[in-house]
């Protein structure tokens, strides 16, 4: 089985493109939709928050814009943090693929918005980058609830600049020349993995030396991409 890792810049389309692998018959595991549901009402994380992170609970939910104010510029509170979420992010990756693995299922997508910032890529086979022109990244990110010229430039400073995530990724997709060229491309990403998987299977190997799994990056972040 091939682990790819998808991950890009904020407002560089990967939501866009996980969906596109799903059309493909990818199965995809999604880190940010992981910690909504661990944070939302009832989630698995919720009761550990509200020990560790007094008041910013409210109605069995997680406020995120309370918990990333209570974690802001606080090393130790976002290691308390991540102790709480980290093993559950974990376990569920590690099911996720484990479960694959038992189904024979060629190729698999972990779907990390800060996989190089947090050195998620160290579980993957290969990793795919979402890209799009600077112009058109900061055109989708004005149009978001909220968003201002300061808080863009905040979001990007905290993001590995797109160029240096090119350079690393096995892939690029390109996003800023419509949803057929993204698709294309992606189409061919599969074609070319899942035939890799195969040639795996009968004695090849995968593109990257994969790290245990459970060293994967987590992204607390509001702003999806």
Partial sequence: MIVLGLTGSIAMGKSTAA????????PVWDADALVHRLLARGGGAVAAIADAFPGVVAND???RERLGAAVFADASALHRLENIVHPRVYADQHQFLAGAARARIPLVVLDVPLLFETGGDRVCDAVAVVSAPAFIQRQRLRLRPGMTEARIDATLARQMPDLKKRRRADFVIPTGLGRACSFRAIAAIVTSLRTAAVEQGAGGRSG???APLGQGGISYARDRA
Avoid: H
């Avoid at 969906?19 to 990818?26: A, D, H, P, S």
């Fill in 19 to 26: 969906v596109m692998f799903r059309r493909l018959g990818v």
């Fill in 61 to 63: 939910a997680v406020d």
């Fill in 208 to 210: 990257r030396r994969r």
